[in-house]
């Protein structure tokens, strides 16, 4: 691949960024295959937040309440929340995180990230997690942010609990998979679009 112009790499900067606000630099400089000083040198000129304050921008524009459990017990940071549909977080793989001889997270990390936005996106003073059907699909390392996404699902059969389904992302490669039955303490059921029945 021929090397972008500045032009055109700037307007390939602002779409990666546009389709995934939660790219890092290093992705970044994967795939426009320059530089990390080239990537945050652009990002300057064309007025880019770093990730940490895009996520911190973006959870300030659209943003439910967590009512469940309190935001500090959500693992990861929630950058969008909309109670009883849908709720994404990052979590970033750190030091403490992974076993010191594989570099790679443990796995309740993982869960954990998805368990608790499970529950976080449920409109309601007491959500439990009731059951859990999970698959990791792959290891996740040292310094990889984890991207996941929780939606609710419409369950008439299940009276006063909700179905929740998450996916764990780590780039464009999904690595966890989750569906999460809640319980909610209200005993009403939510349809997919997170009207009440």
Do not use: W
């Given at each position: 691949?021929?090397?972008?112009?500045?032009?055109?790499?700037?307007?390939?900067?602002?779409?990666?960024?546009d389709e995934?606000?939660?790219?890092?630099?290093?992705?970044?400089?994967?795939?426009?295959?320059?530089?990390?000083?080239?990537?945050?040198?652009?990002?300057?000129?064309?007025?880019?937040?770093?990730?940490?304050?895009?996520?911190?921008?973006?959870?300030?524009?659209?943003?439910?309440?967590?009512?469940?459990?309190?935001?500090?017990?959500?693992?990861?940071?929630?950058?969008?929340?909309?109670?009883?549909?849908?709720?994404?977080?990052?979590?970033?793989?750190?030091?403490?995180?992974?076993?010191?001889?594989?570099?790679?997270?443990?796995?309740?990390?993982?869960?954990?990230?998805?368990?608790?936005?499970?529950?976080?996106?449920?409109?309601?003073?007491?959500?439990?997690?009731?059951?859990?059907?999970?698959?990791?699909?792959?290891?996740?390392?040292?310094?990889?942010?984890?991207?996941?996404?929780?939606?609710?699902?419409?369950?008439?059969?299940?009276?006063?609990?909700?179905?929740v389904e998450?996916?764990t992302y780590?780039?464009?490669?999904?690595?966890?998979?989750?569906?999460?039955?809640?319980?909610?303490?209200?005993?009403?059921?939510?349809?997919?679009?997170?009207?009440?029945?």
């Open positions: 691949m021929d090397r972008l112009s500045k032009k055109d790499r700037h307007q390939r900067l602002l779409q990666l960024i995934n606000p939660f790219v890092t630099d290093r992705e970044l400089t994967r795939q426009l295959k320059v530089s990390i000083q080239t990537i945050r040198l652009d990002r300057m000129e064309l007025g880019i937040p770093e990730l940490r304050e895009r996520m911190k921008q973006m959870a300030e524009h659209s943003f439910d309440q967590v009512r469940s459990l309190s935001l500090e017990e959500v693992i990861g940071d929630v950058v969008d929340l909309q109670l009883d549909k849908s709720g994404i977080s990052i979590f970033e793989i750190r030091e403490e995180h992974v076993f010191s001889k594989t570099r790679i997270a443990r796995g309740h990390y993982v869960f954990a990230q998805a368990n608790s936005l499970a529950v976080a996106v449920i409109n309601d003073e007491i959500a439990l997690t009731s059951s859990a059907d999970i698959r990791f699909l792959r290891q996740v390392h040292l310094g990889e942010k984890c991207i996941a996404k929780a939606y609710v699902r419409s369950s008439p059969e299940l009276k006063g609990k909700a179905k998450v996916f780590v780039a464009d490669e999904m690595v966890f998979q989750g569906n999460f039955i809640i319980y909610r303490s209200e005993g009403t059921d939510i349809n997919e679009g997170g009207r009440r029945q």
